[in-house]
């Protein structure tokens, strides 16, 4: 079956960290783009990251350039975000996504982040 | 990185077709035919409809279309059905690996 999984979603308080991960499965993982989008409650879909399949290149919303890390490891087909001096604006669900011919074909059911003190 | 913008809300009855709005500007839908479109039931994760202005993955209703003209990308969606309710968003490439979504549309089915 094809699947992503994320996990590590939580409560945290504004300028702290917090590492995101999306396990892949029922596809080739280590041949696809992947990002992370997120949406905030009530709110619309907003790309935060992308990375290409061998990890080597990466690019993020200007709101999260500087905080945050998107990163892989195709050997355990996990994708992940590291977040960083984290602000309440960065609460959201935060989804992994595949990106297949410039349309995002596989979703996870997502991850919440709650950024308060 | 501007948000593309969509209509907050339409709506239609069942049988009738209804066309969802997508305007960006020449850093995005003008430039690339690389917009894609998302259906996204309450508490669940969007569903790919259209990718590349006008294709439709496999198992997506041919009711679903998707057209592009000049900055202004649209979702058209016939023969409208209740389960159709949704909200919709489209989403651009804006060059340099970066994407842009638009703000949404609520879909109602009256």
């Known amino acids: 079956e094809v699947q992503l999984v994320e996990s590590g979603g939580g409560l945290v308080q504004p300028g702290g960290s917090l590492r995101l991960s999306c396990a892949a499965s029922?596809?080739?993982?280590?041949?696809?783009?992947m990002f992370w989008v997120r949406q905030a409650p009530g709110k619309g879909l907003v790309w935060v990251s992308r990375?290409?399949?061998?990890?080597?290149?990466?690019t993020y919303a200007d709101s999260v350039k500087g905080r945050f890390t998107i990163s892989r490891d195709n050997a355990k087909n996990t994708l992940y975000l590291q977040m960083n001096s984290l602000r309440a604006e960065d609460t959201a669900l935060y989804y992994c996504?595949?990106?297949?011919?410039?349309?995002?074909?596989?979703w996870g059911q997502g991850t919440m982040v709650t950024v308060s003190s | 990185q501007s948000a593309l913008t969509q209509p907050r809300s339409v709506s239609g009855s069942p049988g009738q077709s209804v066309t969802i709005s997508c305007t960006g500007t020449?850093?995005?839908?003008?430039?690339?035919?690389?917009v894609s479109w998302y259906q996204q039931h309450p508490g669940k994760a969007p569903k790919l409809m259209i990718y590349g202005v006008t294709k439709r993955p496999s198992g997506v209703p041919d009711r679903f279309s998707g057209s592009k003209s000049d900055n202004t990308a649209s979702l058209t969606i016939s023969g409208l059905q209740a389960e159709d309710e949704a909200d919709y968003y489209c989403?651009?490439?804006?060059?340099?690996?970066?994407?842009?979504f638009g703000g949404g549309t609520k879909l109602t089915v009256l």
């Open positions: 990375v290409n399949p061998d990890g080597t290149s990466t």
């Open positions: 996504a595949r990106n297949r011919e410039y349309g995002f074909d596989i």
């Open positions: 029922g596809f080739t993982f280590s041949g696809s783009w």
């Open positions: 020449s850093s995005d839908v003008v430039n690339y035919n690389y």
């Open positions: 989403c651009s490439y804006a060059g340099s690996y970066t994407w842009v």
